[in-house]
């Protein structure tokens, strides 16, 4: 006889993830790493295709100025193989 578990509530925090995308915007690509914690909110690093570290795009600073929504919330909306407008 092959034993039996018996799962009753479950409940599953998501406390911490890392986001590694591609984003083409106005023909320039780069490389954004996304992380979220709940304890310390985005923390985003930008590199080029090279790899190499870089200063956030023109556009990242423009979605922050307006204060519509941080940047971390925009690129964290992001669905991969999409299109979205920024805000």
């Known amino acids: 006889m092959i034993p039996k578990i018996q799962v009753g509530a479950l409940l599953k925090t998501e406390t ?9 915007f106005e023909g320039q690509e780069v490389r954004v790493i996304l992380h979220w914690d709940d304890h310390d909110g985005f923390d985003i690093q930008w590199l080029d295709l090279e790899g190499r570290w870089i200063g956030a795009p023109a556009w990242a600073d423009k979605i922050e100025a307006d204060g519509d ?6 690129l964290d ?9 920024t805000p």
């Open 77 to 85: 909306s992001l669905e991969p193989h999409t299109e979205k407008v």
């Open 69 to 74: 929504m941080s940047v971390g919330h925009f």
């Open 16 to 24: 911490a993830y890392d986001k590694d995308m591609n984003i083409t």
